[in-house]
């Protein structure tokens, strides 16, 4: 019998009849139209005190079955992912309002799929660091226990994905707490991998009212995983204090690109597009603010602009869309407020910026702002939707500042047709990641993390499983 012959399949509905509470739930709507998805349960403090308890003790036996069986079991939760593909990205659109085509909800789960691949694939050994014939020490990667993931909204499914599969591909067992904004598309991949994961080794608490503080103090759990905004990565970074736990914190960025004046136009519109409105700009890693080389400016906001507008918005289920709406009201009303501050202060409407605040769903128009002030909010703020500034400079020095000027420093870009010109600048650039002629692209093996108030901690590819690991060194 094959493993394809084994896989549990599952309909979107059967996946939601699986996650659904036997009573007192949450509504969760769908942005784009207002509909009821499903409900969520509302577990507090005894369910996570009891999803820990049976973590620590199924961490164990996971634990003791050996790296070469847990790296069978996440290729085989792959597997179940790449079988369940479209049940999950329907739920995932329905939910987080993501389109099912573009590089949106069926790009996400394909993404999950292939990042527990990768996470089994990549070889951690001991390593020797002295053999000199009288001191021997060797460098062992141990489990570290309970792993508490705490997850955004934008993209729910993958960065769960990127959370679970070093965690558990090291030994440990997973608690997750996902946001209350997208607690289903959670639930459902985990009712998918724990298909083939032993029990209790992968478990969701999908409350919310201070559970994720109540995992980032909890005494059993050695390490948090965080993906969110700077503010409550702070705050788990204090409340985490008085259990020394590990922490990986994967914050906000509001990143910069700079257009060098030898790019050419047209040929970097579409790369410049995607940068920025992928996931319809609700992405840690998109490109925020557009500096541009004053000798370019009016051929890239044209080349920009053509571009955009042939990109389609709409709901999700619909196969032509490309883009969809904000996930919840409080981030259109932050990108609305940030384009409306623009408009105030006479910044130039190239696209956009006329949401029908009436409408159904909680549609922003895709909209490119030019002619607008440095210091203008709609730059320096993250806006985390569909609205980019382009910032006009003269001097390259001045735009590597104005990059630079801020508390953030997730992802960068440099765009230009000689290459290494674009690689110095972007040398120059402090961000966890700079991209020459893309942005945002990320991918298992290279590792991933940010600078500044972006956070500290590495995630994907060898550096990735380290963080998921206690170092013991043995000697002699
Ligand atoms: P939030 O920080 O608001 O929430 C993230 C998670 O933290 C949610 O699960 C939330 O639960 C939980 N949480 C809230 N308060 C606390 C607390 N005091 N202690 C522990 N957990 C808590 O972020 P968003 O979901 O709004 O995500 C958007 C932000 O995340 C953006 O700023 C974006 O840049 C950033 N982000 C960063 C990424 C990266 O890789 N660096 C990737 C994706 C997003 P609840 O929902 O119940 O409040």
Redesign the pocket.
């Known amino acids: 019998m094959t493993t394809a012959d084994t896989t549990t399949r599952f309909t979107t509905e059967s996946l939601l009849t699986a996650i659904q509470p036997e009573s007192g739930g949450r509504d969760i709507l769908d942005p784009a139209t207002g509909e009821l998805v499903g409900q969520v349960g509302q577990p507090g403090r005894p369910e996570l005190d009891a999803a820990v308890a049976t973590a620590v003790s199924a961490q164990r036996d996971w634990a003791d079955l050996g790296d070469a069986e847990r790296r069978r079991l996440l290729n085989r939760a792959a597997d179940a992912v790449e079988a369940n593909a479209e049940a999950l990205a329907v739920l995932l659109s329905r939910e987080q309002g993501k389109p099912l085509n573009g590089p949106n909800a069926r790009f996400e789960v394909g993404a999950c799929a292939s990042w527990l691949r990768a996470t089994a694939d990549f070889d951690l050994e001991p390593e020797t660091v002295v053999d000199d014939g009288q001191t021997f020490a060797q460098l062992h990667y141990r489990p570290l226990g309970v792993v508490g993931a705490?997850?955004?909204?934008?993209?729910p499914m993958m960065?769960s994905v990127w959370q679970l599969a070093p965690a558990l591909r090291m030994g440990n067992a997973v608690v997750m707490?996902?946001?209350?904004?997208t607690p289903l598309s959670v639930l459902a991949l985990a009712e998918v991998l724990n298909t083939v994961l032993p029990t209790g080794v992968l478990q969701v608490v999908a409350g919310?009212g201070g559970l994720?503080?109540a995992l980032?103090t909890h005494p059993d759990v050695a390490k948090i995983m965080f993906?969110?905004?700077?503010p409550?990565g702070k705050?788990?970074i204090r409340?985490s204090a008085d259990t020394v736990k590990r922490i990986t914190m994967?914050?906000?960025?509001n990143d910069a690109g700079i257009v060098l004046p030898d790019a050419d136009p047209k040929a970097i519109a579409e790369g410049l597009f995607w940068g920025a409105f992928i996931n319809t700009g609700q992405t840690?890693?998109a490109l925020k603010r557009l500096y541009v080389h004053a000798d370019i400016y009016d051929a890239v906001c044209e080349a920009l602009t053509e571009f955009a507008a042939s990109v389609p918005m709409g709901i999700g289920l619909d196969e032509t869309n490309e883009l969809g709406p904000l996930q919840n009201e409080a981030q259109f009303d932050i990108v609305d407020g940030l384009v409306e501050s623009a408009k105030n202060a006479g910044a130039r409407i190239l696209l956009g910026g006329d949401p029908d605040r009436d409408a159904t769903g909680y549609f922003y128009p895709t909209t490119l702002v030019a002619d607008i002030d440095p210091q203008n909010p709609l730059v320096v703020e993250?806006q985390?939707g569909p609205a980019l500034p382009l910032v006009k400079y003269s001097d390259v020095d001045e735009a590597v500042r104005m990059a630079n000027s801020l508390e953030t420093g997730?992802g960068s870009s440099v765009w230009g047709t000689d290459r290494n010109a674009a690689a110095a600048v972007a040398a120059r650039l402090e961000a966890g990641t700079t991209w020459i002629n893309s942005h945002g692209g990320v991918d298992p093996r290279i590792p991933f993390g940010?600078a500044k108030q972006?956070?500290y901690g590495l995630e994907f590819g060898v550096h990735g499983l380290k963080q998921l690991a206690q170092p013991h060194v043995i000697v002699g």
């Open positions: 705490i997850g955004p909204w934008n993209w960065i707490k996902p946001s209350s904004y919310r994720g503080e980032s993906t969110g905004s700077t409550t705050s788990i409340s994967e914050l906000g960025g840690c890693a993250e985390f997730l940010g972006s956070g």
